[in-house]
């Protein structure tokens, strides 16, 4: 499955901005996505992830409440939306798709679960 991330950019602290994922190739329902992201200097950390029902969605603790994942299986895309943005928020974010089943909902926030990564779209925010 091929990934392509849209919509980053630059917000004020205290706006929001909604990011999107298009995927291609295989059945995009069969997957569970997920957003990450990786600041200057750090590692890649998990952000959101939803999945192939829509059904289950998990968050990290850092945006949970400001941020949203959904996804639209008609149009296979998934949008995080993300409201209340802190300077601490800036980094590029990626989109990322795992088979959904026991190992994904076990691991989904672990980089190594995910197979599939698209390239990573730049949000920053400024204070």
């Known amino acids: 499955v091929q990934l392509q991330a849209f919509g980053g950019g630059l917000v004020q602290a205290g706006g929001s901005l909604r990011l999107s994922c298009a995927a291609s190739?295989?059945?995009?329902?069969?997957?569970?996505m997920a957003w990450f992201r990786q600041a200057p200097g750090k590692e890649r950390e998990f952000v959101a992830a939803?999945?192939?029902?829509?059904?289950?969605?998990y968050y990290a603790d850092s945006v949970k409440g400001r941020f949203t994942i959904s996804r639209d299986n008609a149009q296979n895309t998934v949008y995080p939306q993300m409201n209340s943005l802190k300077p601490e928020d800036t980094a590029v974010y990626y989109c990322?798709?795992?088979?959904?089943?026991?190992?994904?909902?076990?691991?989904?926030?672990?980089?190594?679960?995910?197979?599939?990564w698209g390239k990573g779209t730049l949000v920053t925010v400024s204070s």
């Open positions: 990322a798709a795992d088979l959904d089943g026991s190992s994904w909902r076990r691991r989904h926030q672990l980089v190594s679960e995910y197979p599939y």
């Open positions: 190739g295989r059945t995009f329902s069969s997957y569970a």
């Open positions: 939803i999945s192939w029902s829509g059904f289950s969605t």
